[in-house]
């Protein structure tokens, strides 16, 4: 979406790693005290995933992440060692948070291939208007996959996570005769693949969570045949 949602809180973290705080409170040896907590953590890889979105990988520093989720360098540094570790967290976090988990909310769906399609992708909208940073992330970690290598694999996972998903949909709806058993599953899941690619561009960028909601309802329509058609009462032979 185009608006940053707010960063998680630190509510009950000890928070003396973070930038702000009264300078004369002393500081314990070793790690740093704002690394502490489960909040902490999810306040940085936010941060994170909004500067890599914004700025790309080959400008986003740690330095640059720890002033955005305003926490010490140190504190950030406690958690992820560089930046290659924090960035594999934001692709293990987005991976397993929001990719298979909507996975498999529409993997229950058990009313068609339509229906779980859809429903995939409303889970994926619900996610988004919780935290628009995941859908940025995911659109931009794969452009910037482009251009690093070492980033390429794991970019991909999350695109064959989802192609395994359509393409064993398809393939179940052509045997249980609900589609063509001579639909070219491969090309309609690659088709479908690109759909939600621009579906995951537009929200991460794009659109308003209202225009998003709109569209996924639309492309749900358009799945199960009731988009196009003449209206109620019309002679399609009449012009």
């Given at each position: 979406?185009?608006?940053?949602?707010?960063?998680?809180?630190?509510?009950?973290?000890?928070?003396?790693?973070?930038?702000?705080?009264?300078?004369?409170?002393?500081?314990?040896?070793?790690?740093?005290?704002?690394?502490?907590?489960?909040?902490?953590?999810?306040?940085?890889?936010?941060?994170?995933?909004?500067?890599?979105?914004?700025?790309?990988?080959?400008?986003?520093?740690?330095?640059?992440?720890?002033?955005?989720?305003?926490?010490?360098?140190?504190?950030?540094?406690?958690?992820?060692?560089?930046?290659?570790?924090?960035?594999g967290a934001l692709f293990d976090a987005v991976r397993d948070?929001?990719?298979?988990?909507?996975?498999?909310?529409?993997?229950?769906?058990?009313?068609?291939?339509?229906?779980?399609?859809?429903?995939?992708?409303?889970?994926?909208?619900?996610?988004?208007?919780?935290?628009?940073?995941?859908?940025?992330?995911?659109?931009?970690?794969?452009?910037?996959?482009?251009?690093?290598?070492?980033?390429?694999?794991?970019?991909?996972?999350?695109?064959?996570?989802?192609?395994?998903?359509?393409?064993?949909?398809?393939?179940?709806?052509?045997?249980?005769?609900?589609?063509?058993?001579?639909?070219?599953?491969?090309?309609?899941?690659?088709?479908?693949?690109?759909?939600?690619?621009?579906?995951?561009?537009?929200?991460?960028?794009?659109?308003?969570?209202?225009?998003?909601?709109?569209?996924?309802?639309?492309?749900?329509?358009?799945?199960?045949?009731?988009?196009?058609?003449?209206?109620?009462?019309?002679?399609?032979?009449?012009?």
């Open positions: 979406m185009t608006g940053s949602a707010r960063p998680p809180d630190l509510a009950g973290d000890d928070d003396s790693g973070a930038l702000g705080c009264e300078p004369d409170r002393p500081r314990r040896r070793g790690r740093p005290p704002a690394a502490d907590g489960a909040q902490t953590r999810d306040r940085i890889l936010w941060a994170a995933r909004e500067t890599f979105s914004e700025l790309g990988y080959d400008k986003t520093s740690i330095t640059v992440i720890a002033d955005r989720s305003g926490l010490t360098r140190t504190a950030v540094s406690h958690y992820f060692s560089n930046k290659e570790a924090l960035y948070g929001v990719v298979r988990a909507s996975l498999t909310t529409g993997a229950a769906e058990y009313r068609g291939v339509a229906r779980q399609i859809t429903a995939f992708v409303q889970a994926a909208a619900r996610m988004d208007s919780q935290d628009p940073s995941y859908a940025r992330f995911i659109a931009a970690s794969l452009l910037d996959s482009f251009r690093h290598p070492e980033l390429r694999e794991r970019a991909r996972d999350q695109l064959d996570d989802v192609r395994a998903f359509l393409a064993q949909s398809l393939t179940h709806a052509a045997q249980r005769g609900e589609i063509d058993a001579r639909t070219d599953v491969d090309a309609v899941t690659e088709m479908l693949v690109a759909a939600l690619w621009g579906m995951g561009l537009y929200a991460g960028y794009v659109g308003t969570q209202h225009q998003l909601e709109q569209v996924v309802d639309q492309f749900g329509r358009m799945l199960e045949g009731t988009l196009w058609g003449p209206a109620e009462g019309h002679d399609p032979q009449h012009i």
